[in-house]
């Protein structure tokens, strides 16, 4: 079983660096806060670049707005706070505002799925990805970990459009060396395997890499994973193949099964490779206070799970 260990530093830190390292560069970037300076760690930047971090108060709706009129006016808006409030909270503007207009904002949305942790299950949000996923514009990506968060984030400087990136604040499961790059829309094959394929994004590729473990050892299936970290435009032709390939297939997101990953890649499936499948994440419930590795459990979010979901496909 191979030895995962979380990164060195938090992702609201890389957040908090990059966005200084940006807005030194080219003054046309600001951040735009909704009362949430600090968790993004945001706070300190504002003291070095206090016209380009601007703090808008609990005004969700009113902050996509101005970033929409910002980015009319030529700058380049980032704007973060949680998913839940990303999403459910000011969906009418994500649509009018951003998508619709096609203005350069990057939404960066945090707090995702379980990792909301003790904020309970009114800022847990499991729907997120599937509410913007379904706007004609929108890309939609999930960050694995802090060196993919920080080429993300130097990329979308230079990007146009509408881009929701969705992640963790504090610690992720380190996956990539400091040196890898990533290209927006096509997936990262983290091992290849010829039974089974398991497609995972945000904290369950480290789940799926740990499963992939535990069906070559105990039950010698050798599965392929994929980091499918960009849900919107999803990797179809990474998808066909490895369904090809393999012939089983199993999602696996800390987000609900409907109209996020599973959905995705069942669209792409059902039109182009049909195989047997089967969905990790979570299913017709919302979310409770509680620690992550409770919350993993108690929502079937395990590696133990994605192997029990897995061995169903070769009954």
Not at 121 to 136: Q, Y
Not at 218 to 223: D, G
Request: aromatic letters at 6%.
């Amino acid at each position: 079983m191979r030895s995962l260990q979380k990164d060195n530093v938090e992702m609201r830190a890389i957040y908090a660096s990059t966005m200084t390292e940006l807005i030194k560069n080219n003054p046309l970037i600001v951040d735009l806060e909704a009362d949430l300076m600090s968790s993004m760690s945001m706070d300190k930047v504002q003291k070095l670049y206090p016209n380009n971090v601007i703090n808008c108060g609990i005004m969700e709706a009113h902050t996509v707005g101005l970033a929409a009129g910002m980015s009319i006016a030529g700058h380049i808006p980032f704007f973060h706070t949680f998913t839940a409030f990303a999403s459910r909270r000011c969906f009418d503007q994500l649509f009018m505002s951003l998508d619709y207009q096609k203005n350069n904002v990057k939404v960066i949305a945090s707090d995702a799925g379980i990792t909301s942790a003790h904020n309970g299950g009114t800022h847990m949000s499991f729907e997120d990805m599937g509410i913007v996923r379904g706007l004609a514009n929108a890309n939609v990506l999930e960050m694995t970990d802090a060196t993919m968060f920080k080429d993300i984030l130097q990329q979308l400087a230079q990007l146009q459009g509408f881009y929701w990136i969705r992640t963790i604040r504090k610690q992720a499961i380190k996956i990539y060396p400091e040196n890898e790059t990533f290209t927006i829309g096509k997936a990262k094959v983290l091992q290849e395997g010829k039974d089974i394929t398991l497609i995972a994004n945000g904290i369950m590729v480290a789940e799926a890499l740990l499963a992939a473990d535990i069906l070559q050892e105990r039950h010698q299936i050798s599965a392929t994973v994929i980091d499918m970290f960009t849900l919107k435009p999803i990797d179809a032709e990474t998808i066909i193949k490895y369904a090809r390939k393999t012939g089983r297939v199993v999602t696996c997101e800390n987000h609900s099964v409907e109209n996020g990953l599973g959905s995705a890649v069942a669209e792409v499936l059902v039109e182009s490779a049909p195989v047997p499948m089967r969905r990790v994440g979570i299913k017709g419930r919302y979310g409770q206070v509680g620690t992550v590795d409770f919350l993993q459990k108690e929502y079937q979010l395990t590696a133990e799970d994605i192997v029990k979901q897995a061995l169903t496909l070769f009954d």
